[in-house]
């Protein structure tokens, strides 16, 4: 009886994990850290500071995003990653010898683009190849890294700024990156063929592994991003993506901010309620994903979007005065509620419009950069609501409203893409 082969997928699932864990969370999820120390260095506004930081960098990771496909085509999803990992090294060291803001934009955009090619429109396509089977799970896994890389690296930070300066922190944030990417870039395989394997679940798994064959191809035709276009469904999806990013997805961004402008002890936020938020992601991107797995879409949509919803309409209504609870429930539902945005487009792409028949790379990374655009709209819109009302709880109950619309059009873009597959078979 012939030995079975080790599957090599749950090799690449751990290099995924790696990486997200490395060029995305610890080079995104402590920026934030530094804007009031590099503020106060070079003198200049928190405003101008954002702007060179955050803006820039997600102007370049948007516009990369449009051009994903064709960058993919070009040079391969591996060679991407390699470059987004040198890159998202290269830009923190060009942080740790910052003399002028200068120095902020250009690392700013280097890591923009590097987030762009290197992380998630990378990471989707990669499971997406080596998973049928479990693949709601081994999203979920890797997406959790983003919240956990974050629970590591911001701690570390903050005492780096504390007891070595910025420059310090950004130069070992830097390398941190570099080593734990490295190996992972390594020993990746962006397709089972590669290794010559086939995706798990696949039903012609057997027989192409005896036969020492590549997994068969869609009878159906592939649709490319500009076919896409030409269709209903795709439109549908582009709405959903530009609206989430409008209103859902600033929510999340503006929970601590919200809680800080209540007044509540900055430790207790910062401590508590942060890893609670952090916590709830974790846990959201795993147990949504199961839920996929065994239940399917729909209900992953609407667990996920309930307790989003939950969360919102409590922070909404939320003063200092408020139980404790309700900081503890509203955190641990708005961060639960992340996994909407990590875990799901993958999904909704393989079920509106079949798996394996689009340019899966291409549609993933162009729709996310909707996503992307729509943010960079809605957190500052975000931030002019604070500053007309000094009070965050108006953008919730705007998102609270954007949810119920998203999670409609979600609902009528499945039901059109079965209809039109079944009609296709």
Same mark, same amino acid.
């Given at each position: ?33 530094? +804007? ?22 997600? =102007?370049?990771? @948007? ?5 994903? /496909?064709? =960058?993919? &085509?070009?040079?391969?999803? &591996? ?6 990992? #040198?890159?998202? @090294? ?28 290197? %992380? ?16 709601? !799970? ?5 997406? %959790? ?22 420059? %310090?922190?950004?130069?070992? @944030?830097?390398?941190?990156? /570099? ?45 490319? *991003? &500009? ?11 582009? $709405? ?22 209540? /007044? ?22 795993? @147990? ?18 309930? !307790?989003? *919803?939950? $969360? ?14 309700? =900081? ?13 945005? *990590? ?5 909704? #792409?393989?079920? +509106? ?24 709209? $809605? ?10 009302? $000094? ?15 998203? *999670? ?5 873009? #499945?039901?059109?893409? &079965? ?7």
């Amino acid at each position: 009886m012939a030995k079975k082969k080790f599957f090599y997928g749950w090799v690449v699932a751990i290099c995924c994990t790696m990486l997200a864990f490395s060029i995305n969370a610890m080079g995104n999820n402590s920026m934030s850290l530094y +804007v009031a120390p590099v503020s106060a260095a070079f003198g200049i506004s928190r405003t101008t500071m954002n702007f060179s930081l955050f803006t820039t960098s997600l =102007f370049a990771k @948007t516009l990369c995003g449009f051009f994903y /496909g064709s =960058f993919v &085509k070009k040079f391969g999803i &591996k060679k991407l990653m390699i470059l987004g990992g #040198i890159f998202a @090294t290269s830009a923190y060291l060009i942080f740790s010898q910052a003399t002028s803001v200068v120095f902020i934009v250009i690392g700013g955009v280097i890591y923009g683009i590097a987030h762009s090619i290197g %992380t998630f429109s990378a990471y989707n396509a990669i499971i997406n190849n080596w998973f049928i089977k479990r693949k709601g !799970l081994m999203l979920g896994v890797v997406n %959790t890294s983003v919240g956990l890389g974050g629970m590591v690296i911001n701690p570390l930070a903050g005492s780096w700024i504390q007891n070595l300066g910025w420059n %310090t922190s950004f130069l070992y @944030t830097g390398l941190l990156i /570099g080593a734990i990417a490295l190996p992972a870039l390594c020993l990746v395989k962006i397709r089972p063929e590669d290794v010559g394997q086939v995706a798990l679940g696949s039903e012609d798994a057997p027989k192409a592994a005896a036969a020492g064959a590549k997994a068969v191809a869609p009878s159906r035709p592939v649709l490319s *991003l &500009k076919d896409c276009m030409k269709t209903s469904r795709f439109w549908m999806l582009a $709405g959903i993506q530009v609206f989430s990013g409008l209103a859902i997805g600033p929510a999340f961004s503006n929970v601590i901010p919200s809680l800080n402008a209540m /007044g509540l002890d900055p430790l207790y936020v910062s401590g508590v309620l942060a890893v609670i938020l952090s916590a709830g992601g974790a846990i959201g991107n795993i @147990t949504s994903g199961m839920i996929y797995d065994r239940f399917g879409l729909r209900v992953q949509y609407f667990t996920i979007g309930s !307790l989003m *919803l939950v $969360g919102y309409i409590i922070m909404s209504m939320l003063n200092i005065q408020s139980s404790t609870v309700l =900081f503890v429930i509203s955190a641990a539902c708005i961060g639960y509620g992340n996994s909407f945005s *990590l875990g799901t487009l993958s999904h909704l #792409i393989n079920t +509106v419009f079949g798996f394996g028949r689009t340019d899966f790379s291409a549609l993933f990374g162009f729709l996310f950069a909707l996503s992307n655009a729509g943010n960079m709209i $809605g957190a500052p819109v975000s931030g002019w609501i604070y500053d007309m009302t $000094g009070s965050y709880a108006a953008s919730y109950i705007i998102a609270a409203v954007s949810l119920v619309i998203v *999670l409609t059009l979600i609902n009528t873009a #499945i039901t059109m893409g &079965k209809r039109v597959l079944a009609k296709e078979e």
